[in-house]
């Protein structure tokens, strides 16, 4: 499988424009990974803790290992060691878990918000409103932990490029409105290995590629 030319292609797309690829690599083999390794790729998006854990502990030290899946508060304590960044905070309570367990670690975690822009009920994610009451100032002040760099959304499962443009155009709309007021917030991460172009024509600065990079074989661990 031709991952290494796989990255090359999308990092050509991407060239000039100001976007981080992560290559989303769950269920993946460690030898599949590696072969991005060895010729220099580093950034690597997990969804399932126990797995990401794994992956930490065999590969190299060097890597920015970015969590991309839902995050259960009580799972926080296991990657809070070293990674790199959560793109998936999606309430207030997972921000003080991930603070209480980045405190543990000694360490200042890298935070996104995931906003709701679906049309549908399987996916995760805050409303605006809720955004922004989380960002109000009181409820930072005992957070010194976290640092909430950028936002992350997910589109309705479509065929329909309108509608998929659509809630990219939203997500970018109230972005641009938070990046303006927090200068910490810098990344807008949307699209994955469907939508990823016109998740960049839309605005990302972050895409989220999987199965254009590794194929979608599935292993049995």
């Known amino acids: 499988m031709p991952i290494v030319e796989n990255i ?19 269920t993946k083999p460690v030898e599949m990974l590696m072969e991005a390794y060895n010729v220099g790729f580093k950034r690597f998006g997990e969804n399932y803790v126990q797995e990401l854990v794994e ?5 190299p030290k060097d890597i920015e290992w970015h969590f991309i899946g ?17 793109h998936s905070v999606d309430s207030f309570k997972l921000l ?18 995931q906003i709701y822009i679906a049309e549908e009920d399987t996916k995760s994610g805050m409303t605006e409103l809720e955004c922004l009451e989380i960002l109000e100032p009181e409820n930072f002040k005992n957070l010194p ?34 990046s303006a007021k927090y200068s910490t917030i810098k990344i807008l991460s949307m699209g994955m290995s469907g939508d990823y172009a016109i998740a960049i ?21």
Do not use: W
């Not at 309705?156 to 309108?162: A, F, G, P, R, S």
């Open 8 to 26: 090359r292609f999308i990092e050509q797309e991407i060239e000039g424009k100001n976007v981080t690829l992560i290559a989303v690599s769950k």
């Open 55 to 59: 992956k930490y502990e065999t590969m």
């Open 70 to 86: 839902h995050l259960q508060s009580n799972k926080v304590k296991y990657i809070a060691p070293f990674v790199s960044l959560i």
């Open 96 to 113: 003080q878990e991930i603070n209480k367990q980045a405190a543990k670690n000694n360490r200042i975690i890298d935070c996104l918000l």
């Open 145 to 178: 932990n976290i640092r909430i760099v950028g936002l992350m959304g997910m589109t309705t499962l479509t065929d329909d490029e309108t509608q998929i443009r659509k809630e990219f155009a939203k997500l970018k709309v109230f972005y641009s409105t938070l």
């Open 201 to 221: 024509e839309e605005g990302s600065s972050m895409i989220r590629v999987g199965s254009k990079i590794f194929g979608n074989r599935i292993y049995n661990k």
